[in-house]
């Protein structure tokens, strides 16, 4: 009696494993199909938006360098200007033929 016990709890037991297998196969091609679709797609928008957030993070670091480099190089501009006119000014003054030409040229 004890051998039919034990054969009959290891057979309910292997019963159970294939209802669990047949359970499992029961999802047919299309279930499968759109869980990986479903799979495909959350991949997809997680790449997306690390895409985003790289993009966005690239954006803000080019407006600050855009605002310290744009304020030096506005300075270094106004300097060359400055520059560039006081040598117009001292080459059209040694230039010059004429007194009355140097004194136009020279500063107040």
Known sequence: MLHREVFGC???????VVRRKRASMKFGLRHKLLAGVQVYLV?????????LHAAQVSVDRLHVAAEHQL???TLVSDL???VGVSHAATLLHVLSDSAEERA???GP
């Open 10 to 16: 290891s057979l309910a037991r292997g019963d159970d």
């Open 43 to 51: 991949l997809l928008a997680c790449v997306g938006l690390m895409g």
């Open 71 to 73: 304020r030096e190089v």
């Open 80 to 82: 060359a200007s400055q």
């Open 104 to 106: 136009g040229y020279e």
